[in-house]
């Protein structure tokens, strides 16, 4: 399948639409969620055009994984989430319910999530 580079988070990165920025670096780009499933929920999304997380691990560089890894913490950082904890979700394929077809983590907390999947 190929990338649709139409689709709501190629357009964030274009500038065409506006996002709540929380941190960017080189390889990434993090900002809120605009339909909050947790106090705090951010999404990092990777500056590389990749439908979701089993293309990006197959067509990406092991520098390119690592890179996007540590944004995820460097955002987390930035959140203040380090010492109470938090969540990271990475829906890939049909059966994650994902709606955006471009490669982001979700990052959830800001309260406990110990009782929610
Ligand atoms: P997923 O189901 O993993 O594809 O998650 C996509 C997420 O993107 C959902 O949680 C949406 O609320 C969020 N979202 C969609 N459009 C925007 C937008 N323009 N700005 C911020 N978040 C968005």
Do not use: W
């Not at 960017?24 to 106090?39: G, R």
């Not at 709606?99 to 929610?116: C, D, F, K, T, Y």
Request: one cysteine or more; proline letters at 3%; hydrophobic letters at 40%.
């Amino acid at each position: 399948m190929k990338y649709d580079a139409d689709n709501v988070f190629a357009k964030i990165l274009r500038g065409e639409i506006p996002c709540r920025k929380v941190y960017e670096d080189d390889c990434a780009l993090s900002f809120y969620d605009i339909h909050p499933k947790a106090k705090v929920h951010v999404l990092v999304i990777s500056k590389g055009l990749f439908r979701d997380y089993a293309d990006f691990i197959g067509h990406s560089t092991d520098d390119e994984i690592a890179d996007f890894a540590r944004a995820i913490i460097r955002t987390a950082e930035a959140l203040n989430l380090t010492a109470p904890g938090y969540r990271v979700v990475l829906n890939t394929g049909r059966n994650s319910g994902q709606e955006v077809p471009h490669l982001h983590a979700h990052i959830l907390g800001g309260e406990s999530l110990a009782n929610r999947l």
